[in-house]
């Protein structure tokens, strides 16, 4: 395996071009890492920035490598740029590089086919951005803590409604929807420094099916999944977390779900700790689920699925990316290392009622793990 890296991309977008270089650029640009050199090869717009805040400790200007001569000469500009690169690599000394496995094709085809041997090494750069240290933890920290007030925000609006004759919740003199619900989950965030995709807000058999946003009336007595995964803009990291509530008194039969899935998260919690494998806390969580009833995928079996009951992983990763690894749940048996930050997000659903889905944030330790979230898991909102 080689000993150098190269990453071509902007790191905008690029969750491992951003975690190298700790700076935000819109545009590709390159860097290679080899021994103790971090080299940032930019232009005359970015190298302020570059300088200013970037892990560098070479800076490369990419005039200096004859792109522009070659456009003259009337070379295609994609090529010209893709020769840069090359040029690049050829001053660092460099003839073999790993890559992450999102390279760009075209790049890959050139490089290779001027004698430079790429290979896309996925565990590299996924272990490279695991380990959370006190910084990213901070980032972490102020993403959960905006989403916890939006959580405030949505409860309050949800408690502050009352039911009309058919059930469904009225606010001031208007439906409450899903809709509305997520409009002030956005706002609350917005004012806390932080943006992402929009939340789930999910009520009654609408919260069974999976990622489905949500839309359309609140009705009292139902389950509602609300699911909050904001980036904090300033660190750019994320975080997440699920809770499930009902406006009034809960029916029986969703105050079981709601007992099995809190217990399956707590349970599941506390098999957590660096050194096990992410298979181990999901099991605990279908230890749990199926005792109360509800069917697993671990006990499916060959070319049989499941659209209901506990049909998803137990969590995953949360960075720079609110889905990355590590992953909890079957054949994710990767060992869980110190410094992983990770989700508990066990959940039941049935497609003619809806579903109960719980999740904290939690960091990995030696011995264990902390839990991130500070939040309670109460399932009425009484008005």
């Not at 190298?20 to 005359?44: H, M, S």
């Not at 929009?198 to 609408?206: L, N």
């Amino acid at each position: 395996m080689p000993d150098a890296l190269l990453i071509h991309a902007d790191s905008l977008l690029d969750a491992n071009m951003f975690v190298a270089t700790g700076i935000t650029v819109g545009d590709p640009f390159t860097y290679l890492e080899t021994g103790d050199r971090r080299i940032i090869v930019t232009n005359q717009l970015e190298v302020d920035l570059v300088r200013r805040e970037s892990t560098a400790n070479e800076i490369w200007m990419v005039d200096e490598f004859g792109g522009r001569d070659l456009v003259l000469e009337g070379w295609p500009l994609d090529e010209a740029r893709m020769e840069t690169v090359r040029r690049m690599l050829e001053r660092a000394g460099l003839n073999a590089v790993a890559v992450p496995p999102n390279f760009p094709l075209a790049l890959g085809d050139y490089l290779r086919g001027k004698g430079i041997a790429l290979t896309p090494d996925r565990v590299l750069f996924t272990t490279r951005r695991r380990h959370k240290d006190a910084g990213q933890l901070q980032g972490v920290r102020a993403a959960q803590r905006a989403t916890e007030a939006a959580f405030d925000a949505a409860r309050g609006m949800i408690g502050s409604a009352s039911p009309d004759a058919g059930g469904a919740l009225q606010l001031d003199g208007e439906t409450l929807t899903c809709e509305r619900v997520r409009g002030a989950v956005v706002d609350t965030l917005r004012e806390r420094g932080c943006a992402g995709e929009p939340p789930i807000v999910a009520a009654g058999p609408q919260a069974a099916l999976g990622h489905e946003l949500g839309h359309g009336p609140i009705h009292a007595g139902v389950p509602v999944i609300i699911d909050i995964f904001p980036r904090h803009e300033a660190s750019r990291y994320c975080a997440d977390m699920t809770r499930t509530f009902c406006f009034g008194e809960a029916s029986e039969r969703l105050r079981a779900m709601h007992a099995t899935i809190l217990e399956s998260l707590r349970s599941s919690t506390e098999a957590i700790a660096a050194g096990v494998p992410g298979t181990a806390p999901w099991g605990v969580a279908c230890d749990v689920i199926e005792r109360d009833g509800y069917r697993t995928v671990r006990g499916l079996g060959k070319g049989e699925s499941l659209d209901e009951d506990f049909f998803h992983s137990l969590g995953h990763g949360v960075g720079v990316e609110v889905h990355e690894p590590p992953y909890m749940g079957l054949g994710d048996s990767t060992p869980l290392e110190q410094g992983d930050v990770v989700t508990v997000e066990p959940g039941v659903y049935r497609k003619d009622y809806g579903g109960v889905r719980l999740e904290d944030l939690v960091v990995v330790t030696a011995g264990g793990c902390d839990v991130l979230t500070e939040y309670d898991y109460d399932l009425e909102i009484r008005p």
